[in-house]
């Protein structure tokens, strides 16, 4: 990723990092396989508009109401999401992602890849707590 590219992220994702308080909710991300479809959806019934963010693996889509951001959009692409169902995965902020993940597992969570980081924006953990739900956690980058 471009310095640009990681400022832009930054810049973008300033209103997040600023609600990462530790245990509140600074994030949603819907996780679909018809990315269109649900930026059709959303933009006709809620009137969100969406910007495109380039990363290394594609696209990741932005949703906002207005000027603020509202949620990020995620294309369930590739056999790593084969059984992955479509739904919305709601974030976390975490003072440290990797203290809180080893003791999340020792509770019963299951980390269900490994532990990445996004430039500019957060190291995350995507977990499904014990009973199986889906949260992720993230320590938001600082500006």
């Known amino acids: 990723m471009t310095k640009a590219a990681a400022a832009r992220q930054r810049e973008d994702?300033?209103?997040?990092?600023?609600?990462?308080?530790?245990?509140?909710?600074?994030?949603?991300?819907?996780m679909t396989r018809d990315v269109e479809r649900a930026k059709r959806f959303y933009r006709d019934t809620?009137?969100?508009?969406?910007?495109?963010m380039k990363m290394d693996w594609g696209t990741y889509w932005i949703a906002k109401a207005g000027e603020k951001m509202a949620?990020?959009?995620?294309e369930l692409k590739g056999p790593e999401f084969d059984g992955v169902p479509e739904s919305w995965m709601?974030?976390?902020?975490?003072?440290?992602?990797?203290?809180?993940v080893a003791k999340a597992v020792k509770a019963g969570a299951k980390l269900m890849r490994p532990i990445f980081d996004v430039p500019g924006v957060g190291r995350i953990a995507i977990l499904s707590q014990p009973g199986g739900a889906g949260v992720a956690w993230m320590t938001p980058?600082?500006?």
């Open 90 to 100: 709601s974030y976390l902020a975490v003072d440290d992602v990797d203290k809180r």
């Open 71 to 74: 949620g990020g959009i995620f």
């Open 141 to 143: 980058v600082t500006n």
């Open 46 to 52: 809620i009137g969100w508009t969406f910007e495109a």
């Open 13 to 30: 994702h300033a209103d997040m990092s600023s609600q990462g308080a530790h245990g509140t909710f600074c994030w949603n991300e819907l």
